[in-house]
C-alpha cells in the first residue's frame, strides 16, 4: 500500500512537470513560443494552400488533381497568359504601380530633404500634417478623394475617375512613406557632409546632387520598391476611383470574382501578384540592410583609425 502511494504522482509534483514543460533551460516560456508559431501558421497556411492549388491540373480548388502549369500558361483560355480579362488586370496594376513609383518617390524625397531641413515655428505642424496620412484610415481617405474627384470636372464635362483618379489617389497616399524612409536615412547621415563640400566652395544645390543624392541613393530605391508593393496591393483607393472594366486592378479582380470559385485561376493571379510584392519588399529590405552593414563597418574602421591614432 506504501509503495502503492509513492508511485502515484502528487499535486505538487505534477506541477513541477507542468512548470518543466512550459520552460526551457533558458527559463523562456514555450508557451509563448507555442502561441506564436500558432499565429505564424493560422496566417501562412491559407496562403500556402491557394499558392499551391494555384498548380493544380483540374478544376478543383479544395482536391489535389497534379502538377500542372495550366491556370498559369496552358490552359487556352482561363489561363493568365490567354485570359483577356486577368491579363489586363495584372497590366493595369503594373502599369499603375510603375507610374505611382516614378511620381510619388521624387517628390517624397524632395519633400523629406525640405522638411529635414527647415527650421521654423511651422516646421513641427508641416511635419505632422505631412505624417498624418499613414494614421488615417485608408477608407477616409478614399471616400475623401472619391468626393473631391465627383465634384472636379476636367475639359470636356467628363469627371476624373479610372486611370487618372487612382493614379493621384495612390500618389496621395505613397508619398508620406517615401518620406518616413528617407527621414530615417536624412537624420542617420546628418548635415556635415554637405557642410563640408559647402565650405569648399559647393553651391547648396551642386552639394546636394554631387554629395547628399548619391549617400541617399540606397533609400531612395528601397522607397521604390516600397510605393512598388504598396500600390500593386490598393484595393480600397482603387475600387472608390474605378470607373468600368478599362480600370480594373489585380486587388479588384480577386475581390470581385474570387468568393464565386469558378475560375482557379484567380490563384495563378494572386500568387503573381504575392511574388511581385515579394520581390519589391524583398529587395528594399537587402538594400537597406546593406546599407545598415557598410555604415557599422566604417564607424568600426574610423574608431579603430582613431584609437590607433591616439
Given at each position: ?7 502515484v504522482p502528487r499535486p ?118 505631412m505624417l498624418l496620412p ?177
Amino acid at each position: 500500500m506504501t509503495e502503492l502511494a509513492a508511485t502515484v504522482p502528487r499535486p505538487a509534483a505534477r506541477a513541477s512537470r507542468v512548470r518543466l514543460w512550459l520552460a526551457n533551460p533558458w527559463r523562456r516560456p514555450r508557451l509563448l513560443a507555442l502561441l506564436g508559431w500558432g499565429f505564424i501558421a493560422w496566417s501562412l497556411v491559407p496562403v500556402g494552400i491557394a499558392i499551391l492549388f494555384s498548380f493544380n491540373a483540374g478544376r478543383s480548388r479544395s482536391v489535389w488533381q497534379g502538377f500542372s502549369l495550366r491556370w498559369y500558361v496552358q490552359d487556352p483560355n482561363l489561363s493568365v497568359l490567354h485570359d483577356p480579362i486577368l491579363a489586363h488586370a495584372v497590366l493595369q496594376s503594373l502599369k499603375l504601380a510603375s507610374l505611382t513609383m516614378l511620381i510619388a518617390t521624387p517628390m517624397g524625397v524632395a519633400l523629406s530633404i525640405g522638411l529635414a531641413r527647415w527650421r521654423g515655428p511651422v516646421s513641427t505642424a508641416s511635419n505632422f500634417l505631412m505624417l498624418l496620412p499613414l494614421v488615417t484610415p485608408e477608407i477616409v481617405l478614399a471616400s475623401g478623394l472619391f468626393l473631391v474627384f465627383a465634384h472636379l470636372y476636367v475639359p470636356g464635362g467628363t469627371r476624373l475617375f479610372g486611370r487618372r483618379a487612382q493614379l493621384l489617389g495612390h500618389v496621395t497616399w505613397s508619398i508620406p512613406y517615401v518620406v518616413v524612409v528617407m527621414r530615417g536615412r536624412l537624420f542617420g547621415i546628418g548635415k556635415e557632409y554637405e557642410e563640408a563640400a559647402m565650405d569648399l566652395g559647393a553651391p547648396p544645390m551642386e552639394a546636394m546632387r554631387r554629395v547628399l543624392l548619391p549617400m541617399l541613393a540606397p533609400a531612395i530605391f528601397a522607397a521604390f520598391m516600397i510605393v512598388f508593393a504598396l500600390s500593386i496591393d490598393d484595393f480600397i483607393t482603387s475600387q472608390f476611383l474605378s470607373s468600368g472594366e478599362g480600370s480594373i486592378t489585380l486587388p479588384m479582380l480577386i475581390y470581385g470574382t474570387g468568393r464565386t470559385g469558378e475560375n482557379p485561376s484567380l490563384n495563378a493571379v494572386a500568387t503573381v501578384m504575392l511574388v511581385l510584392s515579394l520581390s519589391a519588399i524583398g529587395l528594399a529590405s537587402v538594400v537597406l540592410q546593406r546599407v545598415a552593414r557598410r555604415r557599422g563597418t566604417e564607424e568600426a574602421a574610423a574608431r579603430e583609425l582613431v584609437r590607433f591614432e591616439i
